[in-house]
């Protein structure tokens, strides 16, 4: 089997857009409104959507004189960890997507980079690529479960907000507590 062999979309695939019946003229509109299971791996380091939750996915497809323009959000829930005090954040997600999809030897198909502009198998359009794109730039690399969360005391890990105001650790240098055992001796 070739190694690069370019995958067959599958239509059934909750994330593969089938654009069937929608007329292949300019202006012509199809709405896509629909709830599907999110894919894994959605999502940055310390958030992302789970496996398998509820992916809204809104969206309007239009055809344009080279292709496809898929336009709309999806929306789903977020669960991650706090960058600063590690606690569990909830939360949710929405995206906004906006990507043409050229028709299979359009002239935007031989001109373009497949990076540039997204392009279509036959009727469908793998929608994936562009709402994982979405998702990275939207979530934040550095997540926290409040903006001012205080984060963790470094010394005893307790957060700080159920550290009294005048919490401290007293610092006894290894130096100096040698050395006051020396005085106690000499006394
Ligand atoms: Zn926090
Ligand atoms: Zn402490």
Not at 61 to 78: D, M, R
Not at 101 to 119: I, L
């Amino acid at each position: 089997m070739p190694k690069h062999s370019p995958s067959q979309l599958d239509p059934r695939s909750p994330l593969v857009l089938d654009t069937r019946d929608l007329p292949r003229r300019p202006g012509a509109l199809r709405t896509v409104k629909r709830v599907v299971p999110a894919p894994a791996d959605l999502g940055v380091e310390l958030i992302g959507v789970p496996e398998g939750a509820d992916l809204d996915l809104d969206l309007r497809l239009e055809s344009v004189s080279e292709g496809v323009l898929v336009s709309g959000t999806v929306s789903g829930p977020v669960k991650g960890e706090c960058g600063r005090c590690l606690r569990e954040i909830d939360d949710s997600v929405v995206v906004n997507i906006q990507e043409l999809y050229a028709y299979q030897n359009s002239t935007t198909d031989t001109t373009t980079d497949e990076d540039e502009v997204g392009r279509m198998q036959d009727d469908l359009i793998d929608l994936e690529p562009a709402l994982r794109d979405a998702v990275v730039l939207t979530l934040p690399t550095n997540p926290l479960c409040r903006e001012d969360c205080p984060g963790l005391c470094p010394e005893c890990g307790v957060h700080w907000d159920d550290l009294p105001a005048d919490h401290s650790h007293q610092q006894i240098d290894p130096r100096w507590a040698g050395l006051s055992q020396l005085t106690r001796t000499e006394e």
